[in-house]
């Protein structure tokens, strides 16, 4: 069908309205987990985008969702009454502010997406790694020691940031996600990002500005990142530089690789699968991050490609066509 | 317009090494030239700096009047040229058809914006480039092995297939880097009729790299000789394989070089 | 007068941290020597060489308790030459455990998927580290009874410094004749310049590997045991940073390169301590010392990736 991408971004958002209106029959607990489960979506796919399809291993994801945390907060907390004011209270007016605080969020983001990208361009595989943790250890750093009155509360973080974040926020934004970064993919342009992974040099002798792809990687990454963390920022109302350390981007790293880098639909599964876990080892605290590190260990040995790999969908498609 | 190829005094030098020195010649139009030389002379590299991949340390080098130093190699392509790898660079987790499909980004219209919108236009699109992948894969007989992955084809079929991938982006001059390697004797005559047959198809000036003597003098119009980076001669098959010092290069004694050079 | 003065005070304090800052350097280079080695032999950044170096820490403090008996009755400097080396086997020993178990099985694989196995073995061990010790900062015994030394002028210098300074450097010397005047450093370095050459040339490349990890293993070990001596208290999660800073040590002179890493490491080492020394009287937080080496690293990798000691290496087309 040709509008399929269009039809499954169209019924993903009014499916998030129709059961964002009813949430309130939804017990509270299973609505954070599935909220959590949306946002961790969202930070899989849009780092798949990076790491799996055009083979730029990142390891900072967390630190672009910090980006978007913090940008999205301070809007809300700094200029949240003047927008509602300005937009004349009521629904639509939230509506209207939780959204321009989270593209700022993104735009922040995507704007670090950028600046870290454009030095990093001539780097591979774990140089790459390296910058984009350092990259992230700075935000954290630069973060913590912020003057703790100031804007962006120092090691404390911000707090009483407005539950605004919401069922519909939350599956809204994984759905267009899940649809930008599936349809760029999966088209002839979108084409150049799997040949910048395979062969960089063999794709600029085929034309490919292999610059512009991954910047264009970064940059849309960091923004889906940032969006995010916006929504996880007005979903626990208090953020502080440690929630988005090392070990944040390592959970996102985690769900893309045992999705399978470079298929959506096995990353989606993931991070499912992962937030789930999540919550059940929840009273096992101490040895979540070890069954963690176990996965990656294992998967790398055993079963390099994910638990759904790219190809599996690739080849499911061509048998229906 | 022509689309002459014209390498002016070219030099490049890595740290003290000179790999190519004082290099001149000219690839007219549709013209089909050799380029060879023993181990090391510096074919690859005139390659790698007509292409982009290295910039000349002093020298000219243009086509179609435009000046190549300073382009990045995927504008070099879109200026008009393009080529094949030594060693075959496919893009390995790409099916065949997506490994052709790749060289036709350079020849999209439109960009991101298009494909995230999925207009009408874009479904237009991306039906008719199809046809003009499938269109190209036939005419080499791979369209039957369209959704294979690239790995699983022969070698001699990869080389092909690097060879379409190359002929897609449209070039007005194709650069083989060893298209021989690794053939068997049928696979060669085959790789002769294909290069004479893209030729005459298409159109366009081609330049190979090659080491199998009887591939270069049987379907050349002209020869480059290079040793240690420098021309010691240029000129038809047969003035080539007479001339001594491309003889004493090759052997280091007065043997025919048709005999002996070709392992 | 006045100026004399405050001019003389400044020069003091500047000297005082820059050797405050050689002290920490040198146990960068310690760690930073391991990054370049395991580079230079198998191409690719062991993640958890920071986590051997906490490991070596507590290896410390439980020998240290362990041994007690036997410790009280042998001289200090004889004791804790003892942990040291007891503590170096140990960590030897697991590197060559880990690269066995987790490295080994991933020779011919794609980079990355040894870089990701690597992210996995660092939180292993931290993990299981935390469930074992603890996650609490722990004391780390007195190993080296302090005392100060008299510097010139208003210099402060303790003894442990200086021992930490001189083992640190009698280790990269030792390091140094391993590689340079052995038949095995010898292997190492035919096995960084040419896996194949070397396999065919009769070199052993596993054997080599291994002892390759076990070397570097040993010296983050000692770092981290004189790390804990100057900074004593120690947790599970210790290792991260001063790996990570260390790892920089090692891009900063060129990875691959051993002379680079402990120039890296005194380097990154005195900058850092520098940093935090004048940003008070700048007016900025002295927290900012801990984003100083991934600047640094950036840079690097900006204006010249191969390094400061290093040589380019140029994918061939």
């Given at each position: 069908m040709k509008y399929k991408a269009q039809i499954f971004l169209f019924i993903a958002l009014a499916a998030s309205l129709g059961v964002s209106l009813c949430a309130g029959n939804i017990?509270?607990?299973?609505?954070?987990?599935?909220?959590?489960?949306?946002?961790?979506?969202?930070?899989?796919?849009?780092?798949?985008?990076?790491?799996?399809?055009t083979g730029q291993f990142s390891l900072g994801h967390a630190g672009f969702m910090a980006v978007g945390a913090y940008g999205a907060s301070i809007v809300t907390l700094q200029l949240g009454d003047h927008l509602l004011q300005i937009f004349g209270g009521g629904s639509i007016a939230t509506a209207l502010t939780f959204l321009i605080a989270l593209l700022v969020g993104g735009g922040c983001a995507a704007l670090s997406g950028w600046m870290v990208g454009m030095p990093s361009l001539r780097l591979k595989g774990d140089y790459l790694a390296i910058v984009t943790l350092g990259f992230n250890e700075i935000i954290r750093v630069v973060l913590t020691n912020t003057s703790g009155d100031g804007p962006f509360g120092g090691a404390l973080g911000l707090k009483g940031i407005a539950s605004y974040t919401n069922f519909f926020w939350v599956f809204g934004v994984a759905a267009v996600t899940i649809y930008v970064v599936s349809t760029m993919v999966n088209s002839t342009y979108g084409r150049g990002f799997l040949a910048v992974?395979?062969?960089?040099?063999?794709?600029?002798?085929?034309?490919?500005?292999?610059?512009?792809?991954?910047?264009?990687?970064?940059?849309?990454?960091?923004?889906?990142?940032?969006?995010?963390?916006?929504?996880?920022?007005?979903?626990?109302?208090?953020?502080?530089?440690?929630?988005?350390?090392?070990?944040?981007?390592?959970?996102?790293?985690?769900?893309?690789?045992?999705?399978?880098?470079?298929?959506?639909?096995?990353?989606?599964?993931?991070?499912?699968?992962?937030?789930?876990?999540?919550?059940?080892?929840?009273?096992?605290?101490?040895?979540?991050?070890?069954?963690?590190?176990l996965i990656l260990i294992v998967m790398m040995i055993v079963r390099p490609q994910g638990l759904l790999p790219a190809s599996l969908f690739q080849r499911k498609k061509k048998e229906s066509a | 317009m022509s689309a002459k190829l014209e390498l002016d005094n070219v030099t490049i030098q890595f740290g003290g090494l000179k790999a190519v020195g004082d290099l001149s010649f000219t690839i007219n139009p549709g013209e089909l030239i050799g380029l060879i030389g023993p181990n090391g002379a510096g074919k690859t590299t005139v390659f790698n700096l007509i292409t982009g991949v290295y910039v000349p340390t002093a020298g000219r080098i243009s086509f179609n009047g435009i000046s190549l130093p300073g382009h990045k190699p995927h504008q070099i392509t879109r200026i008009g040229i393009s080529r094949t790898f030594q060693n075959?660079?496919?893009?390995?987790?790409?099916?065949?058809?997506?490994?052709?499909?790749?060289?036709?980004?350079?020849?999209?219209?439109?960009?991101?914006?298009?494909?995230?919108?999925?207009?009408?236009?874009?479904?237009?699109?991306?039906?008719?480039?199809?046809?003009?992948?499938?269109?190209?894969?036939?005419?080499?007989?791979?369209?039957?092995?369209?959704?294979?992955?690239?790995?699983?084809?022969?070698?001699?079929?990869?080389?092909?297939?690097?060879?379409?991938?190359?002929?897609?982006?449209?070039?007005?001059?194709?650069?083989?880097?060893?298209?021989?390697?690794?053939?068997?004797?049928?696979?060669?005559?085959?790789?002769?009729?294909?290069?004479?047959?893209?030729?005459?198809?298409?159109?366009?000036?081609?330049?190979?790299?090659?080491?199998?003597?009887?591939?270069?003098?049987?379907?050349?119009?002209?020869?480059?000789?290079?040793?240690?980076?420098?021309?010691?001669?240029?000129?038809?098959?047969?003035?080539?394989?007479?001339?001594?010092?491309?003889?004493?290069?090759?052997?280091?004694?007065?043997?025919?070089?048709?005999?002996?050079?070709?392992? | 007068m006045t100026l004399t003065i405050s001019y003389q005070l400044f020069l003091e304090q500047f000297v005082q941290q820059l050797l405050n800052g050689l002290f920490l350097g040198s146990i960068y280079a310690l760690i930073a020597l391991g990054y370049t080695m395991v580079y230079g032999v198998l191409r690719f950044i062991n993640f958890a060489h920071g986590d051997v170096f906490m490991l070596g820490a507590f290896s410390g403090l439980y020998l240290n308790k362990w041994l007690a008996p036997m410790l009280t009755t042998l001289p200090w400097p004889a004791s804790v030459a003892l942990v040291l080396v007891l503590s170096m086997i140990i960590c030897g020993a697991l590197g060559i455990i880990i690269e066995f178990l987790a490295y080994r099985?991933?020779?011919?694989?794609?980079?990355?998927?040894?870089?990701?196995?690597?992210?996995?073995?660092?939180?292993?061990?931290?993990?299981?580290?935390?469930?074992?010790?603890?996650?609490?900062?722990?004391?780390?015994?007195?190993?080296?009874?302090?005392?100060?030394?008299?510097?010139?002028?208003?210099?402060?210098?303790?003894?442990?410094?200086?021992?930490?300074?001189?083992?640190?450097?009698?280790?990269?010397?030792?390091?140094?004749?391993?590689?340079?005047?052995?038949?095995?450093?010898?292997?190492?370095?035919?096995?960084?310049?040419?896996?194949?050459?070397?396999?065919?040339?009769?070199?052993?490349?596993?054997?080599?590997?291994?002892?390759?990890?076990?070397?570097?293993?040993?010296?983050?070990?000692?770092?981290?045991?004189?790390?804990?001596?100057?900074?004593?208290?120690?947790?599970?999660?210790?290792?991260?940073?001063?790996?990570?800073?260390?790892?920089?040590?090692?891009?900063?002179?060129?990875?691959?390169?051993?002379?680079?890493?402990?120039?890296?490491?005194?380097?990154?080492?005195?900058?850092?301590?520098?940093?935090?020394?004048?940003?008070?009287?700048?007016?900025?937080?002295?927290?900012?010392?801990?984003?100083?080496?991934?600047?640094?690293?950036?840079?690097?990798?900006?204006?010249?990736?191969?390094?400061?000691?290093?040589?380019?290496?140029?994918?061939?087309?």
């Amino acid at each position: 069908m040709k509008y399929k991408a269009q039809i499954f971004l169209f019924i993903a958002l009014a499916a998030s309205l129709g059961v964002s209106l009813c949430a309130g029959n939804i017990d509270d607990y299973f609505l954070d987990i599935l909220l959590n489960v949306g946002i961790n979506v969202t930070l899989a796919v849009s780092l798949n985008l990076v790491n799996g399809h055009t083979g730029q291993f990142s390891l900072g994801h967390a630190g672009f969702m910090a980006v978007g945390a913090y940008g999205a907060s301070i809007v809300t907390l700094q200029l949240g009454d003047h927008l509602l004011q300005i937009f004349g209270g009521g629904s639509i007016a939230t509506a209207l502010t939780f959204l321009i605080a989270l593209l700022v969020g993104g735009g922040c983001a995507a704007l670090s997406g950028w600046m870290v990208g454009m030095p990093s361009l001539r780097l591979k595989g774990d140089y790459l790694a390296i910058v984009t943790l350092g990259f992230n250890e700075i935000i954290r750093v630069v973060l913590t020691n912020t003057s703790g009155d100031g804007p962006f509360g120092g090691a404390l973080g911000l707090k009483g940031i407005a539950s605004y974040t919401n069922f519909f926020w939350v599956f809204g934004v994984a759905a267009v996600t899940i649809y930008v970064v599936s349809t760029m993919v999966n088209s002839t342009y979108g084409r150049g990002f799997l040949a910048v992974r395979d062969d960089e040099i063999a794709a600029e002798a085929m034309g490919v500005n292999t610059v512009r792809y991954k910047v264009i990687a970064f940059v849309l990454g960091a923004f889906f990142a940032g969006l995010a963390g916006g929504l996880y920022a007005h979903f626990r109302s208090t953020i502080s530089p440690e929630g988005f350390n090392f070990l944040k981007s390592v959970d996102v790293v985690v769900m893309v690789i045992l999705g399978g880098m470079g298929s959506t639909p096995g990353v989606i599964a993931a991070a499912i699968l992962l937030t789930v876990l999540n919550e059940w080892l929840r009273d096992f605290e101490q040895y979540r991050m070890i069954v963690f590190a176990l996965i990656l260990i294992v998967m790398m040995i055993v079963r390099p490609q994910g638990l759904l790999p790219a190809s599996l969908f690739q080849r499911k498609k061509k048998e229906s066509a | 317009m022509s689309a002459k190829l014209e390498l002016d005094n070219v030099t490049i030098q890595f740290g003290g090494l000179k790999a190519v020195g004082d290099l001149s010649f000219t690839i007219n139009p549709g013209e089909l030239i050799g380029l060879i030389g023993p181990n090391g002379a510096g074919k690859t590299t005139v390659f790698n700096l007509i292409t982009g991949v290295y910039v000349p340390t002093a020298g000219r080098i243009s086509f179609n009047g435009i000046s190549l130093p300073g382009h990045k190699p995927h504008q070099i392509t879109r200026i008009g040229i393009s080529r094949t790898f030594q060693n075959i660079r496919l893009f390995p987790s790409l099916s065949v058809f997506d490994n052709v499909r790749s060289a036709f980004i350079m020849h999209l219209p439109h960009g991101i914006a298009h494909a995230l919108v999925r207009g009408r236009a874009f479904h237009d699109e991306e039906r008719e480039l199809e046809s003009d992948v499938l269109d190209l894969l036939d005419i080499f007989g791979l369209k039957d092995a369209q959704h294979t992955s690239c790995n699983a084809l022969s070698y001699g079929d990869q080389r092909r297939l690097e060879i379409v991938r190359a002929l897609a982006t449209k070039p007005k001059l194709l650069l083989l880097d060893e298209p021989a390697a690794g053939m068997n004797p049928t696979e060669k005559e085959e790789l002769m009729k294909l290069i004479r047959f893209i030729k005459g198809k298409f159109n366009i000036a081609i330049m190979l790299v090659e080491h199998d003597m009887k591939v270069v003098m049987g379907i050349c119009e002209r020869i480059v000789v290079l040793n240690y980076g420098e021309k010691i001669a240029e000129g038809t098959p047969q003035e080539v394989q007479k001339n001594p010092d491309v003889i004493a290069a090759y052997l280091g004694a007065d043997h025919e070089v048709v005999g002996g050079a070709a392992a | 007068m006045t100026l004399t003065i405050s001019y003389q005070l400044f020069l003091e304090q500047f000297v005082q941290q820059l050797l405050n800052g050689l002290f920490l350097g040198s146990i960068y280079a310690l760690i930073a020597l391991g990054y370049t080695m395991v580079y230079g032999v198998l191409r690719f950044i062991n993640f958890a060489h920071g986590d051997v170096f906490m490991l070596g820490a507590f290896s410390g403090l439980y020998l240290n308790k362990w041994l007690a008996p036997m410790l009280t009755t042998l001289p200090w400097p004889a004791s804790v030459a003892l942990v040291l080396v007891l503590s170096m086997i140990i960590c030897g020993a697991l590197g060559i455990i880990i690269e066995f178990l987790a490295y080994r099985p991933l020779r011919d694989k794609p980079k990355l998927n040894v870089l990701i196995t690597a992210i996995g073995v660092s939180l292993f061990i931290e993990y299981t580290c935390q469930l074992i010790f603890g996650a609490t900062q722990q004391p780390f015994p007195v190993l080296i009874p302090k005392s100060n030394i008299a510097g010139i002028g208003g210099l402060t210098v303790t003894n442990v410094q200086v021992i930490v300074l001189v083992t640190a450097f009698a280790l990269m010397l030792g390091l140094r004749f391993i590689v340079m005047g052995t038949r095995l450093g010898l292997a190492m370095r035919a096995l960084s310049l040419n896996p194949t050459a070397s396999s065919l040339m009769g070199v052993n490349n596993g054997v080599v590997i291994s002892f390759t990890f076990g070397l570097g293993s040993a010296l983050a070990a000692a770092g981290g045991i004189l790390y804990a001596s100057l900074y004593p208290s120690i947790e599970p999660f210790m290792g991260i940073t001063p790996g990570l800073k260390a790892f920089v040590a090692a891009v900063l002179g060129g990875i691959g390169n051993i002379p680079g890493a402990a120039l890296g490491g005194l380097i990154i080492g005195v900058v850092e301590t520098l940093v935090a020394g004048y940003s008070q009287s700048l007016g900025v937080p002295s927290g900012y010392k801990e984003g100083v080496a991934f600047v640094i690293l950036i840079l690097i990798l900006i204006f010249k990736p191969s390094g400061l000691l290093g040589k380019v290496e140029r994918e061939k087309v």
